[in-house]
């Protein structure tokens, strides 16, 4: 696997010919959560206050799980469980036959990407409208995610220009603000058509059996106060104890997210209550596992669950942000995306992922929820190894270069011979742009017996 990402991150880089536009829009991020993390007074004590919320519910998980289906229910909306992507799937599939639902849209959602929900039912002749600008682009363009917030920033305005000039007819000149008008236009009209709508949870209220929805755009909430049918795609981790979390929550995401103090939209969605006339009639949950029990079983690794998926470590990730979610086979991009990715079912890239890091700990310092990320990659590493799925060119490396350091005679040799060996085995791993360390001219003997004397 490490040989094939390699080999993708190589390809997105020949093909991504303007760089300093991800430079510039990192650096524009960065400058932008740093000045929204100022909204809380005590910024430590917020993200305390979330963890110890996360990690309440991951040890109460069935209890949290079965107030919130109590809730959806009482308020007049459905629950199905889902064991994994295939049950999902199916579920939507019978809801889509036994209603004939013939225009459907999608909001952006990562677990609609991990349960391949356009590629399956575009295999049964269902075609999914989007209504997130930057999933329309990719989705023109037939690319997978860049990063879990944010699906194309690679992508400067011409570039963006030529898709919307040959999918709806944009001029192309036409600047940012008229490109927005056009794609508007278009998404806004497949929203007044279809009768299902499709959207994932930033949230989900244990206590009210409500959804929490953070977005920018505005259409979730349009596609939801119109549309007939909302089915709702979450897993089962997405969980908060009660309505008074939420504003922590959403000032989180948003800060760490997006850069802003709140997103434009933050909504509440439950199912339509008998006094409102906006809403759908029918407001369906589908809690989905595909792989998430297995990871609440193990300890260790269970703090994972309570990503709030901001992307902020992939934003910091010296490796991921500039080798992309294109890189990868699975939907979860950046630090986070390697930590989880050996759980969760059907992902394609396994273990191997957590050595694409450089485990300098900045993923760690910037999570909202202090997830360990880095500590968690060593661990996905040791689990490897301990599965034996180690390959054998590592394990040759490691049995060669453990003889080399444990041999006095060995380290007393020359500096050029120690280089020269140095780059033999590690010339292809090291990356052409990196200068190999330089070997001091004193060996450690030398340098002992000039301080302390002795042979
Ligand atoms: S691991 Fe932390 S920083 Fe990374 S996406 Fe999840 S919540 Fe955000």
Redesign the pocket.
Known sequence: MQAEFLKSVKEFLNKNTNPDVLDGFFQELTDSVDEACKQFSKLDLAKSRAAYLKWKVLENLDKYLIDFESAVVRRGGKVIWACDAENAIQEILQIIKKNDFKKIVKSKSSIAEEINLKTSLKSKGIIVGETDFGDYIIDSTKERPFH?VFSSPQKDIPEIAKVLNEKIGSSIDADPENLATDLREEIRESIYQADLVITGANFLIAENGMIGVSENEGNIRLATSICKTHIVLAGIEKIIPTIADIDLFFSLFAS??TGQKLTTYNSLIGPKSRESEDGPAEFIVLLIDNGRSSILNMPEQRQ?L?????????NVCPVFKISSGHSIRNNYS???GS?ISPFIENAQDKGDLSYASTICGK?TD????K?D?HNHLLRNRRDLRIEGSTGMGEKLGWYTWKKFVMNRKTMNRSTGVKSFTFKQMFKKNWGENREFPKFSDKSFNQLWREKFGGN
Not at 306 to 314: D, E, H, L
Not at 366 to 369: G, H
Request: one cysteine or more.
């Open positions: 879990l760490f997210g994972v309570s990503c709030i998926k901001c992307g902020a470590c992939q950046g630090p986070y930590v993923c910037v999570c909202p929820v997830i990320i």
